[in-house]
């Protein structure tokens, strides 16, 4: 990797022989914070190990796929519970400008420590634009990192798409950096007021009470109150990106971005890739209008990039995958409430055999039972 202009100063800085008194220490130091304040816009994760942004170094006993575009393997790594924050995570480029941050497949845990979402940047003449943070500012700061060993662009945009702790809790770091804009849907600040987040960081500080040391409820300089499926334009550098209001499908306000010259189409959570659908938040029957909408604004979309499972090619099979479930699971749900099922029994008694092997279904698939019935029921009273 070429020796970056701002790196040469800066061994320039380090190899001072005058460092023989502590006022001058402290002098030097100051400078060498200032530079970095200067060149990257904010105190950094020092980016000083770089391997992991090349596959080729990827450790033997992690599981990783070759590329990130229509595969069928799914990720299975480790992440060091004591590595540096400069360290990079392994990240994936789906074109010359756009990298790609491919999630394991799992519930929170101490292996995959919040690595459990997708995320990604966008590298442009004039800066960088970032989707999604991960989930803990440990990891925020290593995807901070992982940009620096890619690039000396400043960090100019941070879009969150959605108020979940696997695509946001990462975003503490990025609250330090002079002059970004941060775009998030304005459901984020209802989410910050919830007794959900309250019990969603106290589990993750349970778990992982390094790794979320310095975390920070989201906050946002734009927070995007367009209509549903209206958009936000960001023009930076050649690249054109529409940042779009989905709704409340899957949380407290859900996002969309579009990179209108790639034709690449971040999709978040409206659809599930090599996993199992999680419904716990949001509305189903606002996963499907949200679908259907999609599928007929970005007729000429040429890859998907969903937040979780790997990145889709045309036909992009994971949205007709992910409404068969959610179209059956309201259906059951709804056959269920009419003839006077229990939501007890109801949930005890779905299946979807063919799902059984998807994985993540023994974790989700009751819990997306118990969360439909609930808006079945009160649909039907609504309207009794």
């Given at each position: 990797?070429?020796?970056?202009?701002?790196?040469?100063?800066?061994?320039?800085?380090?190899?001072?022989?005058?460092?023989?008194?502590?006022?001058?220490?402290?002098?030097?130091?100051?400078i060498r914070i200032s530079l970095w304040t200067l060149l990257?816009?904010?105190?950094?994760?020092?980016?000083?190990?770089?391997?992991?942004?090349?596959?080729?170094?990827?450790?033997?006993?992690?599981?990783?796929?070759?590329?990130?575009?229509?595969?069928?393997?799914?990720?299975?790594?480790?992440?060091?519970?004591?590595?540096?924050?400069?360290?990079?995570?392994?990240?994936?480029?789906?074109?010359?400008?756009?990298?790609?941050?491919?999630?394991?497949?799992?519930?929170?845990?101490?292996?995959?420590?919040?690595?459990?979402?997708?995320?990604?940047?966008?590298?442009?003449?004039?800066?960088?634009?970032?989707?999604?943070?991960?989930?803990?500012?440990?990891?925020?700061?290593?995807?901070?990192?992982?940009?620096?060993?890619?690039?000396?662009?400043?960090?100019?945009?941070?879009?969150?798409?959605?108020?979940?702790?696997?695509?946001?809790?990462?975003?503490?770091?990025?609250?330090?950096?002079?002059?970004?804009?941060?775009?998030?849907?304005?459901?984020?600040?209802?989410?910050?007021?919830?007794?959900?987040?309250?019990?969603?960081?106290?589990?993750?500080?349970?778990?992982?009470?390094?790794?979320?040391?310095?975390?920070?409820?989201?906050?946002?300089?734009?927070?995007?109150?367009?209509?549903?499926?209206?958009?936000?334009?960001?023009?930076?550098?050649?690249?054109?990106?529409?940042?779009?209001?989905?709704?409340?499908?899957?949380?407290?306000?859900?996002?969309?971005?579009?990179?209108?010259?790639?034709?690449?189409?971040?999709?978040?959570?409206?659809?599930?890739?090599?996993?199992?659908?999680?419904?716990?938040?949001?509305?189903?029957?606002?996963?499907?209008?949200?679908?259907?909408?999609?599928?007929?604004?970005?007729?000429?979309?040429?890859?998907?990039?969903?937040?979780?499972?790997?990145?889709?090619?045309?036909?992009?099979?994971?949205?007709?995958?992910?409404?068969?479930?959610?179209?059956?699971?309201?259906?059951?749900?709804?056959?269920?409430?009419?003839?006077?099922?229990?939501?007890?029994?109801?949930?005890?008694?779905?299946?979807?055999?063919?799902?059984?092997?998807?994985?993540?279904?023994?974790?989700?698939?009751?819990?997306?039972?118990?969360?439909?019935?609930?808006?079945?029921?009160?649909?039907?009273?609504?309207?009794?």
């Amino acid at each position: 990797m070429p020796v970056r202009p701002q790196h040469r100063l800066l061994a320039m800085l380090n190899n001072q022989k005058a460092l023989t008194d502590w006022r001058h220490f402290f002098h030097i130091a100051f400078i060498r914070i200032s530079l970095w304040t200067l060149l990257f816009g904010a105190v950094p994760a020092f980016a000083d190990d770089c391997r992991l942004t090349d596959s080729k170094n990827f450790p033997a006993a992690w599981k990783l796929p070759a590329k990130a575009i229509d595969v069928t393997s799914i990720p299975d790594m480790q992440i060091e519970a004591d590595a540096p924050d400069s360290r990079a995570l392994p990240v994936y480029p789906l074109t010359d400008n756009t990298w790609f941050f491919f999630g394991n497949i799992s519930t929170l845990n101490e292996n995959n420590r919040g690595f459990n979402a997708n995320a990604g940047f966008i590298v442009t003449e004039e800066g960088v634009i970032v989707i999604d943070t991960l989930g803990t500012p440990k990891l925020g700061k290593r995807l901070i990192s992982t940009i620096r060993c890619v690039t000396d662009k400043p960090i100019k945009y941070l879009v969150v798409t959605h108020n979940h702790p696997d695509h946001a809790y990462g975003a503490a770091p990025f609250l330090d950096i002079q002059g970004i804009n941060i775009i998030a849907h304005a459901g984020t600040v209802d989410y910050n007021h919830s007794s959900t987040l309250e019990s969603s960081v106290e589990y993750r500080r349970d778990i992982l009470p390094n790794d979320m040391t310095g975390f920070k409820p989201l906050t946002a300089k734009s927070y995007l109150r367009v209509e549903p499926f209206k958009k936000q334009r960001i023009t930076l550098g050649k690249e054109v990106i529409d940042v779009y209001n989905t709704g409340r499908h899957h949380s407290y306000g859900d996002l969309v971005v579009h990179q209108v010259n790639q034709k690449i189409l971040w999709i978040s959570d409206l659809a599930f890739n090599q996993r199992t659908t999680y419904m716990g938040d949001g509305h189903s029957a606002q996963i499907l209008a949200a679908q259907d909408w999609l599928l007929k604004t970005f007729n000429d979309i040429k890859l998907m990039v969903p937040g979780h499972g790997s990145a889709q090619t045309a036909p992009f099979p994971m949205v007709a995958k992910t409404r068969e479930y959610v179209t059956r699971m309201r259906g059951a749900m709804k056959e269920a409430v009419e003839n006077g099922v229990s939501m007890l029994d109801a949930v005890q008694d779905v299946e979807f055999e063919d799902w059984r092997d998807i994985p993540l279904y023994e974790e989700n698939q009751r819990a997306n039972a118990n969360f439909v019935y609930r808006e079945m029921e009160k649909a039907f009273f609504d309207n009794f």
